[in-house]
């Protein structure tokens, strides 16, 4: 027995050491995604190529790939009801600090098929592994954090935050791929991450990574800086609008 | 055709929007409100995040009570000193209104309070002029079979004038301390700003049954006094809160500076106390529908209220 696991060990190593021979090489469609007037959301698409050598393993099974898409950071906050009374209103919160604001799990199948539990969690596959982990909590809290991290989990991906499709990967040929990102209109403005996973027979080959930023641009990115950085020049803007507005539908309208 | 909001920050149909606008702005045109009320919770429940709606629609609030408040002024149907006092309580009001805002904010009690506020505040205006409505059509019945007016004694020193500071109001017939009136006017500045209301439909009963002041000036001050404190409350929640999404409320006031055209004419038809009754069911029938959001077991115990991203 003791022989065995050493034997597994000593091919777990061995299998880790050709993943430095696979290379991939990533290419995305649009390192810029620009918000104007008529934006309603972007696709992106990421093109991928793995490279093999001669010291790259003869693999029977073929590649298969797993992207992950991060937005920017920001606090979540999940309330849970409860009855006050006649009345329902929240009677416990959880913060879930600094956790993406978008995020999308992209393969060609279910990524439980792809690869095993410890796996996925080493590639981060889940929202819930961007938290702090529950194992260490009481018995009682843990029951409390893990109903509070399904809920964060179903209502994000209602509110298309959180984005799990199984058809965005698609093989071109063996070794080459496309993932097809597609970003929400209401996804937050900043920088996304994409990070791709290669994937043979259950082992985790090669990771690479690409970014590219959402931003406003033109006439809505200068409505949303002076919004900021100029902000009573905005106010009085914003004020006369409505005082002018008011006055010119009196003027046009009047029938005294 | 989708519009992207740029302080929203999500796109939505530019014709949902000035379909919006319009009906609220019909609304407010038939009963001489500001729509606050019916404007915020509609922009709330199509998706704008809660500080946006409430301190967009005070832009919506602001053109149209400048309309309504020019007109009132060309017929001299407003008392501008008895609005000025409002106001001085109402910029008070206002500011404290947008601090107590931000805090609630930050401490994400925001959604809460506003839907709360909402329902009891609806309730009780909605209730209390159901009845009284009820009650004025009932007297006009009986007045038409008795064929006389009773004539109601007014008391000879109400409590407002017992305070200290008295002030003449020619227009409004009326002379009394200035502290009711100040405070009047903080605690509907408060309100409003608070929930993306004018207040208007608060101002007006509170003149007509606390000062008796006459019924032709009441909505024309009250007018005057919402485009002050609105006008302060775009400022303040601009430069404060940065929730002020100028290109929704341009949309949402243009539809409703139509929507208000035709309001203004349909109400004309209507009276007084068929008015009152109407603008009561409506009132309770928003207060009865934030209820339903907090009264009884919710479908989903979880909800997800605060996203903020770091920048």
């Known amino acids: 027995m003791k022989r065995l696991s050493a034997l597994l060990l000593m091919l777990a190593g061995l299998a880790a050491q050709p993943t430095r021979a696979q290379e991939l090489v990533l290419t995305l469609s649009t390192r810029e995604v620009a918000i104007t007037s008529t934006y309603t959301g972007a696709d992106v698409t990421a093109f991928g190529f793995i490279e093999r050598d001669v010291r790259s393993v003869p693999r029977t099974e073929p590649f298969e790939v797993i992207a992950t ?188 | 055709m989708q519009i992207y909001l740029p302080i929203a920050e999500l796109p939505l149909s530019l014709f949902l929007l000035l379909g919006m606008g319009a009906a609220v702005g019909f609304i407010a045109g038939l009963f001489g409100v500001g729509g606050g009320f019916l404007l915020t919770p509609f922009l709330i429940f199509i998706g704008v995040p809660a500080p946006v709606a409430v301190a967009t629609s005070s832009v919506h609030i602001a053109a149209s009570s400048v309309t309504g408040a020019l007109t009132y002024w060309r017929r001299q149907a407003l008392d501008s000193r008895l609005g000025a006092v409002l106001i001085v309580g109402g910029v008070l009001g206002t500011a404290l209104g947008v601090l107590f805002f931000n805090q609630m904010r930050r401490l994400g009690y925001l959604d809460v309070i506003i839907t709360l506020s909402y329902v009891t505040l609806l309730m009780s205006i909605g209730c209390l002029m159901f009845v009284e409505s009820i009650g004025a059509m009932l007297e006009s019945r009986k007045q038409q079979r008795a064929g006389v007016a009773p004539v109601k004694a007014a008391p000879e020193k109400a409590w407002h004038q017992r305070l200290p500071f008295h002030m003449h109001f020619a227009r409004s017939k009326l002379t009394t301390s200035v502290i009711p009136v100040v405070g009047l006017g903080t605690i509907i500045g408060f309100i409003g700003t608070v929930l993306g209301i004018g207040g208007g439909f608060l101002v007006v009963p509170a003149l007509i049954y606390l000062f008796r002041i006459p019924t032709n000036v009441v909505v024309g001050t009250s007018l005057l006094q919402i485009v ?11 430069t404060i809160s940065q929730a002020v999404d100028v290109i929704l409320g341009l949309v949402l006031v243009v539809g409703g500076v139509i929507g208000a055209q035709f309001g203004v004419r349909t109400g004309q038809t209507l009276k007084g106390e068929q008015f009152r009754l109407l603008l009561a069911m409506l009132i309770l029938a928003v207060g009865v529908r934030f209820a339903f959001e907090i009264v009884g077991k919710p479908p989903d115990p979880f909800v997800i209220s605060t996203v903020e991203v770091e920048r």
């Open chain 2, 228 to 238: 002050v404190t609105m006008l302060v409350a775009i400022f303040l929640h601009a």
């Open chain 1, 69 to 256: 898409v991060q937005g920017p950071v920001g606090d979540i906050v999940v309330h849970r009801k409860g009855q006050l009374g006649p009345i329902w209103l929240t009677a416990a919160r959880e913060r879930f600090a600094r956790i993406p604001t978008y995020f999308a799990v992209l393969s060609a199948r279910p990524v439980s098929e792809i690869v095993s539990h410890e796996n996925a969690q080493r590639l981060k596959l889940s929202l819930t592994d961007y938290l702090p982990p529950i194992d260490t909590l009481p018995p009682d809290e843990i029951t409390a954090q893990s109903e509070f991290r399904q809920a964060l989990l179903r209502l994000r991906a209602e509110e298309g935050a959180l984005h799990i499709d199984p058809k965005a990967v698609t093989m071109v040929r063996p070794n080459l791929f496309t993932v097809k990102v597609n970003v929400p209109g209401k996804a937050p403005v900043g920088l996304y991450v994409i990070n791709i996973s290669v994937v043979a027979e259950g082992i985790v080959l090669r990771t690479a990574q690409a970014g590219f930023v959402v931003r406003k641009v033109g006439f809505d990115a200068a409505v949303a800086d002076a919004a900021k950085n100029r902000a009573p020049l905005y106010a009085l803007i914003t004020a006369l609008i409505a005082v002018l507005l008011g006055w010119f539908a009196n003027f046009a309208f009047r029938r005294d």
